[in-house]
């Protein structure tokens, strides 16, 4: 499959990347200024583009079997501002319907997922202050999918309330708008773990049309 991803270089869209090339897919990485960016692999070519804006999403989606996002609601390290994740959720649905394409995986927080029917992670008394814009871009974006995504086959990827870099186990579990948590009462997915989940999905769909939570 040809997989468009934007914010390939970024820690969670690299990952993505290479368990994408591991499987034999073509990668396409879109960046905001791929002159000043690496490739994660050789063998992904980057490519100007704007998650925000349909006209350019359309450009560089065309052809594509899968369309991914693992942009970042920050600042990148070269100064460049943040995007908003429901600016861009609503260019890639149109950008992507315009090109043709049917399949729409975004990478989200964990911000949005229940901890109880009814009450979000990020709404409890114990959520981090200095997380609460970013779970509050996850949860705009979000709802921009499930207002205005229909007819594409969209997923929202939501990750543990841990993920950082790690071990391929191959492992995890998933859930809808749940969150999961082990015995112990932990929440955690590896960067690679979650990649293996994302490309689990695009390569046998399970979740179109709706979110789904990953984690150990």
């Known amino acids: 499959m040809k997989i468009v991803l934007f914010g390939a270089t970024g820690n969670i869209g690299q990952r993505i990347a290479r368990e994408a090339l591991s499987r034999g897919h073509e990668v396409v990485g879109v960046v905001r200024d791929p002159e000043a960016s690496t490739p994660p692999d ?98 705009d974006s979000l709802e921009v999918f499930r207002a205005e995504g229909e007819g594409l086959d969209w997923t929202f990827v939501s990750p543990a309330a841990m993920i950082q870099p790690g071990r391929r186990s191959g492992q995890y579990r998933t859930s809808g708008d749940q969150f999961i948590v082990d015995e112990q009462g932990n929440s955690s997915i590896s960067m690679e773990d979650y990649a293996v989940a994302v490309l689990d999905e695009i390569e046998r769909p399970k979740n179109a049309g709706r979110r789904m939570g990953v984690a150990y």
Do not use: C, H
């Open 42 to 139: 050789p063998r992904v070519s980057l490519v100007r583009g704007d998650a925000t804006d349909a006209a350019s999403v359309a450009r560089v989606v065309r052809g594509a079997d899968v369309v991914v996002s693992s942009i970042s609601p920050r600042p990148n390290s070269r100064g460049l501002p943040a995007p908003s994740l429901a600016a861009a959720a609503r260019a890639l649905i149109a950008g992507t319907r315009q090109a043709g394409a049917k399949r729409l995986i975004a990478v989200g927080g964990a911000g949005t997922l229940e901890v109880a029917p009814g009450v979000r992670l990020m709404d409890t008394p114990g959520f981090p202050e200095a997380y609460k814009a970013e779970a509050q871009e996850g949860a």
